[in-house]
């Protein structure tokens, strides 16, 4: 059997106690607690007061009382005008505000004719009162002798003697209709009169718009292109900022307007002479440009400030609201397919002015300089310059593009040469280029006293791309820079210094300039300036001088991507305004395809023009194959501009050739290839092309032998 276990004490180990249920009671949500009938009353009223309806009718309530209340105090400030010499006072004082002192004297005398005459007529008011009984006395003698009268012919002539009174009686009952009438309309007029008379008021306010601008209505509000007036010019000078301005504006009182010259339509816009009060100069009217365009309901672009010759004056021009962003037509060189150029006595037809009147720049003797941001029209604006000249077939081009995209595709066939690539390599030929027509320039300056040269134009479009190249040739010298070893900088410069006397010129395009891409001496060389936007102000000094700039210029204020084709212009070879020192001018666009129509007309002026796509460097030349490239298709050429063509293609090796030289090597080649037509020696091109072509058959028979 098993031992059993038995347990002599009681056991304590609490027993597990048994699980417990939880049951939670969830109240009921309470009721939302009522609103409060004051706060649904506010929110009403609220919402009442704030909708656009109640605010456009409390607006409407405003403004027709403002109307009729300020068209009271217009209506009483005219009387009060016209019954006293305040308004000679308002003009005296604004004239010895302005300074124009005898403005002051002329309205200080005609002040005291204006009293002396009110002095008479309160004398003859004196006498009026005996003078009137006695016209009225006269006057009704008079009537009742005639009525009398008239009623003894009545009577006569009826054999009436009643008639006498008929004419009297009839006067009398004519009067007694009279008194009937005004009788019956004196009531309903008594009624009517005041309600006529704010009705008055109220047209006279609402004409002057006399109410706060707030109720004035929204199209009214905006006032966005309003005419411009001399009120509005006044205020916008007033509320400029200007403290010693506005001072003396508001000592002027009503008759600001003083300082104002007439607004004269001008272009798409308007135009006004603003003479300053004493202690307010004129740079401070120019740094608030944007503030001053604004108070005048005009965007920035569409304000120009500029500095005239009379003292302490600026000239504002106002265009109509959204104008500039108008395009201008197409130029007349796409226009007139018959037009043709005459560098020397012509003018370029480069665009419009601000006035809309035709913007055209002379080019003879004038170096060019055209600048800006990139993308602004830059190139376009520069060729076109190039594509009227080109219609003169004087003029010869040496041609370099830097960019590199076909923008003076069109000119080969025009240009002696055209480089085109944004390479080192490009920027080494353009280099030697521009330092041939240097070489080309020193040989005209040799020549005799009174020779005259054809107009050879070296164009480098930008041209940041050759200041800023880092390359160097053998002899170390850079090519870029601004150093004097830097061989295109010296090359601009020298062209800059002589090349204007024998007609050797020197147009650059540049982008975004500083004193790295575009060096001070190079910029301050070129007789005509133009830019087009540009970052900042010190930018715009760069690009058109200190001068231009203080006289008002502002291409930094163009608007990048807006005012594409828009140049601020500094030359002398353009009519800018008396008294300002630069002129803005929109140009016309001519693409492409324009372009290349414009160059083929050009071309058919010419006799045939072989251009050079690169920069011969071999010395081992041949005199004969070099003559016949620069013949080119022409039947005939003369000796002197194939002396100026060779020296063009090579400096070092026809640079210093004369007509003794030319004619040795063609005498040499075969008879007569050199002879006179009209009395000029000229080279043909078919004796000099069977020249070559005998001396290449004689070279073969010799070398087959």
């Not at 005459?342 to 665009?351: L, N, Q, R, S």
């Not at 993308?375 to 960019?403: E, H, I, P, Y």
């Not at 500094?570 to 001519?590: E, F, L, N, W």
Request: glycine content about 8%; hydrophobic content about 40%.
């Amino acid at each position: 059997m098993g031992d059993t276990v038995v347990h002599l004490h009681k056991d304590t180990t609490p027993a597990e106690p048994a699980p417990v249920t939880t049951l939670t009671v969830v109240p009921d949500p309470a009721p939302p607690a009522p609103v409060p009938l004051w706060a649904r009353s506010g929110r009403a009223v609220k919402s009442a007061v704030t909708h656009e309806r109640t605010r456009t009718v409390g607006r409407a309530v405003v403004r027709h009382g403002s109307y009729t209340f300020n068209g009271g105090r217009i209506v009483a400030r005219r009387t009060w005008d016209g019954r006293t010499g305040s308004r000679y006072e308002r003009m005296i004082r604004a004239a010895e505000a302005a300074g124009n002192l005898e403005a002051a004297e002329e309205w200080e005398e005609r002040l005291q004719r204006f009293r002396a005459a009110r002095h008479h007529r309160r004398m003859d008011l004196l006498h009026s009162p005996l003078e009137a009984a006695k016209g009225v006395a006269v006057g009704t003698g008079m009537g009742i002798g005639t009525l009398v009268g008239l009623g003894v012919v009545m009577a006569i002539n009826n054999s009436d003697i009643g008639d006498v009174i008929t004419p009297l009686a009839a006067t009398v009952d004519f009067v007694a209709l009279l008194i009937r009438i005004v009788q019956i309309v004196w009531g309903p007029a008594l009624t009517i009169g005041p309600f006529l008379a704010l009705l008055a008021l109220w047209t006279v306010g609402s004409k002057q718009q006399a109410a706060p601008p707030w109720a004035l209505p929204a199209n009214v509000r905006s006032s966005e292109g309003e005419p411009i007036t001399p009120s509005i010019v006044v205020k916008a000078l007033r509320d400029l900022g200007v403290p010693a301005l506005r001072g003396a504006i508001k000592e002027m009182g009503d008759a600001g307007a003083s300082m104002l010259g007439p607004i004269r339509i001008a272009g798409c816009g308007v135009e006004v002479d603003v003479t300053l009060p004493s202690g307010v100069s004129t740079n401070e009217v120019q740094q608030r440009r944007r503030k001053l365009a604004e108070n005048l309901t005009r965007h920035e672009h569409e304000v120009f400030i500029t500095i005239p010759e009379a003292a302490r004056t600026v000239r504002l021009w106002v265009a109509d609201s959204g104008a500039l962003d108008e395009p201008i037509g197409p130029s007349p060189l796409v226009t007139d397919e018959t037009m043709t150029a005459d560098y020397a006595k012509g003018k370029a037809p480069w665009g419009q002015d601000l006035r809309g009147d035709t913007a055209s720049l002379s080019l003879y003797q004038r170096h060019l300089l055209i600048t800006g941001l990139s993308n602004q029209g830059k190139t376009v604006a520069l060729r076109s310059l190039a594509l009227w000249v080109a219609l003169d077939k004087s003029v010869q081009f040496l041609m370099g593009d830097l960019k590199g995209v076909g923008d003076w595709a069109m000119f080969d066939g025009l240009a002696t040469t055209l480089i085109q690539g944004p390479t080192d390599e490009h920027v080494i030929q353009v280099t030697e280029m521009v330092e041939g027509a240097v070489d080309e320039m020193n040989r005209r300056i040799q020549a005799p006293p009174g020779t005259t040269f054809p107009p050879l134009i070296v164009v480098v479009d930008e041209a940041q791309v050759a200041f800023m190249c880092p390359l160097k040739d053998d002899d170390k010298r850079p090519y870029g820079g601004a150093k004097s070893n830097s061989r295109y900088f010296m090359a601009v410069r020298k062209i800059h210094n002589q090349g204007r006397a024998v007609n050797v010129l020197m147009w650059q395009g540049t982008q975004d300039p500083t004193d790295q891409n575009l060096p001070k001496l190079v910029r301050e060389g070129a007789h005509t300036r133009a830019s087009l936007a540009l970052g900042t102000e010190s930018q715009a000094r760069m690009a058109l001088g200190d001068k231009a700039v203080d006289g008002g210029a502002a291409p930094n204020m163009l608007r990048p991507g807006l005012d594409q084709g828009t140049l601020v212009v500094a030359s002398s070879g353009i009519d800018i305004p008396k008294g300002q020192s630069s002129i803005t001018v929109r140009t016309h666009y001519i693409d492409d395809d324009a372009a290349e129509a414009i160059t083929d007309r050009a071309k058919a002026l010419r006799d045939g023009v072989t251009t050079l796509h690169a920069i011969e460097r071999d010395e081992d030349r041949d005199p004969l194959t070099d003559i016949a490239s620069v013949v080119g298709d022409a039947p005939r050429v003369r000796t002197k501009d194939v002396l100026t063509r060779l020296a063009t293609l090579n400096a070092d090796a026809y640079g210093g050739w004369s007509f003794t030289d030319l004619k040795r090597v063609l005498d040499d080649a075969g008879p007569d290839i050199a002879y006179k037509s009209d009395g000029v020696m000229v080279v043909a091109r078919d004796r000099l092309t069977r020249a070559l072509a005998n001396r290449d058959n004689e070279g073969s028979a010799s070398t087959a032998e």
